[in-house]
């Protein structure tokens, strides 16, 4: 049920509360003048390269220490998990797109912030750049309102309930409050943003499609596995087939939002190389340009078959460095590892370079 009392409302999500380990690796390649960060130098991870850039635009628009790109991204996913179609993206109650604004709310703080001619709810960079003004306000009125608590806790309940409800309440509304809708709302994002601060920069040295594919792969650190699920779009949830995709004896796959490990790589290719969708037809597609241990390069292909022979099981990009990046399993996250634990060193078949 959302609150519609105040100056805005959010609709609550289910979220997968996880805590990341940080990895910074540092990515060597033959041409050393084409060097990038993979996380576009704002420490942000586990969301859409559409977004990314307005987040960190609308982080740096709010002077406020409190203001940070995790924080952003954590409201976001809870808001709409970065959904951005109607149909996805509006609420039982009206509120429209990726950052769910109510019309009223939306006349106050909407801009054309990617300057295509319209002030849209549902143009990312809108919605972002309006969420974050409309956030950053809500920070100062919590630092001078005196409520105790965290300045945060006290913006994302006026976000959700309007300030007017803060006021009220003298802070953050109780659990009694809507039935619990504004605590939860700010105690998920709260508990969320480790999800989406990211690690130290991951630095790409190198031109070329490998290189480039594996920066794109890289802006997807932190997102989590999602069996059967991703693809050139970007991820989506998956399924379970019987055997994959399920954690603690409950399909994961079917509510989780993330890629498998072929779709990552899919994805990072796509569309310079169209790969197919699974490991083993991209071991088929790619295995008449093998390529020795001694002589990989990033965003080369490596393959892992059970006893190293027979269907092909997983597919990870060549890091640098020893290590691969991949999405490993359900339970996990696209991650960065060494290339001799990824995967059992039995299994491992060989590389392949697209």
């Known amino acids: ?36 960060t993979a996380d576009g130098g704002g420490g942000l991870r586990g969301v ?4 990314r850039k307005w ?16 924080l952003l991204a954590a409201q976001l996913y809870q808001e709409s998990k970065f959904k951005t179609s109607r149909e996805e993206a509006t609420s039982h109650a009206g509120a429209q797109g990726p950052a769910q604004f109510m019309p009223a709310t939306w006349a106050t703080w909407g801009r054309d912030a990617d300057g295509n001619g319209e002030a849209s709810p549902w143009d990312i960079g809108d919605a972002v750049m309006a969420q974050g003004r ?15 608590g965290d300045v945060r806790a ?33 105690q998920t994002i709260l508990s969320t943003m480790r999800r989406f601060e990211g690690p130290g920069l991951l630095t790409v040295s190198g031109s070329g499609t490998g290189a480039a594919a594996l920066r794109k792969a890289a802006t997807r650190i932190g997102t989590p596995y999602a069996y059967g699920g991703g693809g050139p779009a970007g991820p989506s949830t998956g399924f379970c087939d019987g055997t994959n995709g399920y954690l603690n004896g409950r399909c994961a796959a079917s509510s989780t939002v993330g890629y498998d490990c072929s779709s990552l790589v899919q994805y990072a290719y796509w569309p ?32 892992w078959a059970h006893g190293g022979s027979g269907t092909i099981y997983h597919v990870a990009l060549y890091a640098g460095d020893g290590n ?10 696209v991650e960065v590892a060494p290339l001799t634990s990824a995967m059992p060193q039995g299994d491992y078949v060989g590389a392949t370079r697209p």
């Not at 519609?4 to 041409?31: C, E, K, P, S, W």
């Not at 987040?55 to 995790?70: E, H, N, Q, R, Y």
């Open 272 to 303: 310079t190389v169209k790969l197919p969708r699974t490991a083993d037809a991209q071991y088929g597609a790619t295995s008449n340009r093998p390529v020795s241990r001694t002589n990989l390069s990033p965003g080369d292909l490596l393959f």
């Open 55 to 70: 987040i960190l635009a609308a982080d740096k628009a709010c002077t406020d220490p409190a203001m940070v790109p995790s």
């Open 1 to 36: 049920m959302k609150v519609l009392v105040g100056v805005a409302a959010a609709v609550i999500g289910l979220v997968l509360v996880v805590t990341l380990g940080i990895v910074g690796v540092v990515i060597a390649d033959d041409d050393a003048s084409a060097t990038e």
């Open 48 to 51: 859409p390269e559409e977004f």
């Open 324 to 333: 691969v990046l991949h999405a490993p399993r359900t339970g996990r996250h």
């Open 154 to 186: 006290l913006a994302l309940a006026g976000y959700n309930a309007g300030w007017g409800r803060v006021e009220e309440y003298g802070g953050v509304p109780p659990k009694s409050f809507a039935g619990g809708e504004t605590y939860h709302y700010v």
């Open 134 to 148: 409309m956030m950053c306000s809500l920070l100062k009125q919590a630092r001078n309102s005196g409520y105790p």
